[in-house]
Nanobody, 124 residues
Framework: QVQLVESGGGLVQAGGSLRLSCAAS????????MGWFRQAPGKERDFVAA????????NYADSVKGRFTTARDNAKNTVYLQMNSLKPEDTAVYYC?????????????????WGQGTQVTVSS
């Protein structure tokens, strides 16, 4: 089992920045590739970013490419999502997730463990 807890969400004006953190406990954090997803009201959960076990490979949704960056610190059992140049359409609940695959994955179904989510609201 892996327990994931997100933090760092909040209210920010358009153009601003936030950094989300996801702290993991339980089994060895470095055994899991990690992903970030988001879900707006009435919409499906969408892929945002993912990072491999080692942190050497990342992938991003086109909608956030160039604005968001994900990184991990395996010594601290934590993965991060740095969000810059935020837009109102980035408003959603953001989730981190863990998958036993070594490389990044973009499908919801590939992830076994999920955090509770953190709300990000971007005002115009």
């Amino acid at each position: 089992q892996v327990q994931l807890v997100e933090s760092g969400g909040g209210l920010v004006q358009a153009g601003g920045s936030l950094r989300l953190s996801c702290a993991a406990s339980g089994r060895t954090f470095s055994s899991y590739a990690m992903g970030w997803f988001r879900q707006a009201p009435g919409k499906e959960r969408d892929f945002v970013a993912a990072i491999s076990r080692s942190g050497g490979s990342t992938n991003y949704a086109d909608s956030v490419k160039g604005r968001f960056t994900t990184a991990r610190d395996n010594a601290k059992n934590t993965v991060y999502l740095q969000m810059n140049s935020l837009k109102p359409e980035d408003t959603a609940v953001y989730y981190c997730a863990a998958t036993p695959y070594s490389s990044w994955r973009y499908r919801v179904g590939d992830y076994n463990y999920w955090g509770q989510g953190t709300q990000v609201t971007v005002s115009s």
